[in-house]
């Protein structure tokens, strides 16, 4: 089991006034994404327990990808990762983050 956490520093908070959001179910090789907005609106947490080991650097780029592409300031993030492919962890952050803004 391999945990990462990242920190970065955006340009502006999340739109929206959700609290929290879910999104994705740790089954199937897929994973489930936590969302909270608790931290300060220029900050992002991404937090990552995956059982696949040695991907870390895979990781980092899809957490940069998503925090470039959707500033999503203020918010910490926790992924239960159950083995899924990186194209699927982008669909899952940017579903969870729609949640937040307020979104179906």
């Given at each position: 089991m391999e945990s990462f956490t990242f920190r970065h520093t955006t340009q502006k908070p999340l739109a929206g006034t959700k609290a929290q959001a879910i999104t994705g179910v740790?089954?199937?090789g897929n994973l489930e994404v936590l969302l909270e907005r608790v931290l300060p609106a220029d900050q992002c947490t991404i937090e990552i327990a995956t059982p696949v080991v040695g991907y870390g650097d895979v990781w980092e780029a899809v957490a940069a990808d998503?925090?470039?592409?959707?500033q999503p300031?203020?918010?910490?993030?926790?992924?239960?990762d159950g083995g899924a492919r990186p194209d699927t962890v982008s669909l899952r952050l940017a579903q969870g983050a729609r949640l937040m803004e307020g979104g179906r």
């Open positions: 740790v089954a199937s998503f925090v470039a592409r959707t300031g203020g918010l910490r993030i926790a992924i239960n």
